[in-house]
């Protein structure tokens, strides 16, 4: 029952709709935000703690330190805040109180009659940075390490809405799935609560505030602290907003959990539990009934229930919350399970809450059937099936289009990530969108959700930590209700690398806490916190149900290459943590941390397999480049070649998460000067790097595929040695140079790649024949291609929906008169449409372009470069796109909006 917004939110109820609605506010919020050097309004959180130093670029291994006192006598708003975490704190005790006073009732951009017509007009989910300029150079306001985007910062948005006399005995929320960051909210003029996590969802119970009859004024002030992030946060409303409407009596926030128990591929037990709050002054005497239908892949609900779950009648008092539970017996379930051996089926449960016989609300939980199981000598069981983790790390954002969440974009992320063999991500380091989870579990991925990359010692100085102590218990609680149905979440990961690592017992401690706090919220999945310094014997290790190694596994630092380095220096410390903790599974949540510029090639070429990056060796201070032969890493981190083989030789670890799947905004290291990272496998823009190839030979051993490196263009080098590397699902290759064989060579045990590193450059073609068990398995050819004579478009999708929302990726290829993409090829190029529709963001993947992304100019990137397309909402026709540069054929494409 999700309705799109309107100027003014007027939902007249029809029958369907008497129980419970769901309205999207997406369309004409207003925003306004203070500029740099403008002095903003005082409607403060709190206090912050005065900025000593902030290292942009600072190693991400570098030892997290305390947090400082702060002494302050100004007025702040938390208190106001602090009671919307209370339905999220256990003990009464610590609940919080409001004060009296309504702080900010005479601050004019929370009036109703305020005329913000001079306001932006903007779309939620809203992004107020990614639109740039980005910042340029050394000592900006904003470094590489949160992407030069201007998201620090205090911004507001306004919008109002209509509820009629039908709305008068309703409960009405406002659900906010995300708001970076020290999100506070008025309406109508009342400072209503809050919530200060950026990457939390959460909602406010607008019902003592509301009027009837005439326009709401709801009013969000948001504050985004400058160096609060290690990466790119985004800023503003960058989630969906809704109004929901309920009847007073209801199922509660996040208030159904679903588990399943004996499950066979004859029966599994469903077992339920409902929160049912009861906002109204009396006592009400209310049942349930939840009807359970399967889904299928289109979200289709079955006909008719699978099972019914009905609950006794129970009395809640006016103004309690009470909780009923029951279970049944499916017949022949559909379980859920990954791709590609098993299927994503899923169910969804309509819960009704029946008074006197009528439905009185309908609330909605998707979930899934299955068996999860975990083995220290394995690792993750679906259903009986071994489920190895070919995992990826990924950030929130969505590259060009920043943190604003879009499913599309989101899912072509998982489109490519699943190409190249992946099963799991590993979400770092914050809760993701909702709309997420629902694509990992529709497309059968797993997940480790994650919630925190600190608790209470700082990583930079405006972090998270200034607010663990009264929010990481609300936090955790929160995160894991909201996720705790999603079938694809198969661990909660509670911390990534904290600094309480460090501080011994304490830091035990205080993680022993949050492990309490999630082991009340959910027995049924593990967890984890991840680990790059704590050893075996250090009380930290001991704590969490798994064992979650952050590149020591594979050993920090300790190969020759990386032996004049400062910082962690460890040795692989698998079978140290195997033989310490038998009985736990061991998984790898963060390896390689391997850079590369897609399509960049530097010379001399490592003749190892894993280097650190340097200025000369592998990576090139003029141009921020580094390359793409895939040996280079960040100095605490190893390639691909070598974390693959390590893990290979410890066939008890469960697998492991890549450093990272896509680029992201932030980060870049070895290059600050940059704006986003070079870490991805798939760059930026969502071209695939070499490594995308090495990872795919490697996870999709019966997929017939071969791979050369580098690009054969080199005027320059011609007499000169230039190695060529294949990878390939085979196991053996013979490479040939303009027809002549240059050897045919095996892999070795544990090897990722074939090599032929004394090839002496000649223009022409490079072929490569890979066998399998001595038969032809796969070939691949690179040739020297003619000079750039025209531009190609190829979108993702030549249709799209017009709703103003979906998106087409389209990438453009410049290429030689034989349409081959020409490898080196920077041209300026210039894009303009017509019809129905927009250009959002163009891109090229190089990380350090710092042309703001909503450009219609952009240089290709060796050859590439991205343009996407929205369509209008509700005009749907023809749009049609053109590039063009100079002294190459311009390209025309047309995409249709439906
Ligand atoms: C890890 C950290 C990640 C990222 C990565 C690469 O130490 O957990 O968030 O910073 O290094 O630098």
Redesign the pocket.
Known sequence: MEQAGSEIHKVEDQPSQLTRQRILLSDNWRFYKYADNQVTDSLIYDVRPEIESDEDGK???AKPTEAVDIVSEAFVLKPWILPTANPFIDDPAQQHQRPEGNPGADFAFVQGDFDDSQWQQVQVPHDWAISGPFYVGHNAPVGGGMGRLPSPGVGWYRQHFELTAADAEKSIFLDIDGAMSYAMVWLNGHLVGGWPYGYASFRLDLTPYIKLGEANQLAIRIDNPPASS??YPGGGLYRNVWLTKTNPVHVGQWGTAISSSDISEKSAKVSLSVTIDNDSAQTIEVSTQTNIYALDMDDVVAKSASATIATDAILIDGGQSSRVDGSVVINNPKLWGPLPNQQPNRYVAVTNILQAGKVIDSYETRFGIRELHFDANKGLIVNGEHIYFQGV?Q?HDLGALGAAFNVRAAQRQLELLREMGVNAIRL??NPPAVELLELTDKMGFVVIDEIF?VWERKKTPLDFHLIFPEWAEPDLRAFIRRDRNSPSVVMWSIG??VGEQYTGADGAKLAQRLQNIAKQEDTSRPTAA?M?FAKPDMPLSAVFDTVSL??QGEGIRNAPAYAHLQGIRTAPLYPAFHQAFPNKVIMSS?NA?AVSSRGEYLFPVNDGVSAPVADGAGGDPESLQVSAYELYT?P??SSADKVLASLAQHPYVSGGFI??GWDYLG?P?PYYLARS?Y?GVIDLAGFKKDRFYLYQSMWRPDFPMAHILPHWNWPERIGKITPVHVFTSGDEAELFLNGRSLGRKQKAEFAARLRWDDVVYEPGELKVQAYKLGKPWAENKVVTTGAATALAFTPDRAEINADGVDLSFVTVKVVDKDGLMVPRAKHQLSFSLQGPGEIVATDNGDSANLVAFPSHQRAAFNGLALVIIKAKKGEPGNISLSVEAEGLEAAHVSITSK
Request: proline share 0%; aromatic share 18%; net charge negative.
């Open positions: 190693a991400a291994d290690r990466w790390n950030h770092a380091h990359d990534n690398e991840s790059n952050n590149y963060e941390a960040a605490f981190g450093w990272s980060e290291t990272s870490f």
